[in-house]
């Protein structure tokens, strides 16, 4: 496991490496985060010990069981992995969210805020957020839309316990890479109308772009990628 792990990591970076160098940008700039949903604690602990450094889940309840299964398979460094919540959050999950995660990505409305504001206050723990934006307009997918973007940012920042780092937006499904093109461009020019008109806000992160797609994600702004096939291969049934 530990060999194929590091061989599907190299390749993954060999991939960020050379988008990064189409799109004029750093490769080091771009953050790969290994999304295991579905995947057992020891392939998070082998991507671990190859170089990853940082973890995406998309259910709490399952995070609560592998994280600590994690930490105990692989010693420090990799007990301190980043773990990244990008999934849909329920609001009554926020609390065990805020405990478990170091950055929600998928916060998309006001009331989900207040209550990860609350539990973020209570730990004494600042909690790292990015907005999801439903660009594509797809009613069963999460996500702000686009024009309560502005509202929602300012809710966040009226939360002294969240730290507001970006926005982050999932594409509608496609086997096509170009097909996210215009949603990814979308996510940045909206980011970039937002920071224009709030003095003083910046937002360095945009997380867009997995598997099949993280190329066009990269060329278009990305500075974090979800990636879980393509590092771990198929997931688990369930």
Same mark, same amino acid.
């Given at each position: ?41 020891? /392939?998070? %602990? ?5 170089? #990853?450094?940082?973890? @995406?889940?998309?259910? *709490?309840?399952? $995070?609560? &069981? ?86 929602? /940012?300012? %809710? ?5 316990? #969240?730290?507001?780092? @970006?926005?982050?937006? *999932?594409?509608? $499904?496609? &086997? ?63």
């Amino acid at each position: 496991m530990a060999d194929e792990a590091a061989a599907r990591l190299a390749a993954v970076r060999a991939r960020i490496a050379r988008a990064a160098a189409r799109a004029g940008r750093r490769p080091e700039d771009i953050t790969l985060v290994g999304v295991a949903k579905r995947q057992p604690a020891e /392939a998070v %602990a082998a991507a671990a010990a190859a170089g #990853l450094a940082h973890v @995406g889940e998309s259910f *709490v309840q399952e $995070a609560r &069981e592998k994280i600590p299964r994690v930490a105990a398979l692989r010693p420090p460094p990799a007990s301190a992995l980043v773990w990244h919540f990008v999934g849909r959050l329920q609001t009554n999950k926020a609390k065990l969210a805020a405990a478990l995660f170091d950055q929600i990505e998928s916060l998309d409305r006001v009331e989900l805020a207040e209550a990860l504001e609350r539990h973020a206050r209570a730990s004494g723990r600042p909690l790292a957020v990015l907005i999801q934006v439903n660009v594509s307009g797809e009613a069963q997918k999460g996500g702000v839309a686009p024009e309560g973007l502005a509202e929602l /940012a300012a %809710a966040v920042r009226g939360c002294p316990h #969240l730290r507001l780092r @970006g926005l982050m937006t *999932v594409p509608a $499904a496609s &086997e096509a890479p170009e097909a996210g093109r215009a949603a990814f461009a979308r996510l940045r020019e909206l980011r970039d109308a937002l920071c224009r008109a709030t003095p003083g806000l910046k937002l360095p992160e945009l997380s867009m772009g997995m598997s099949a797609d993280l190329e066009v994600a990269i060329e278009e702004g990305a500075t974090q990628v979800r990636v879980g096939t393509a590092l771990f291969g198929a997931r688990e049934a369930g």
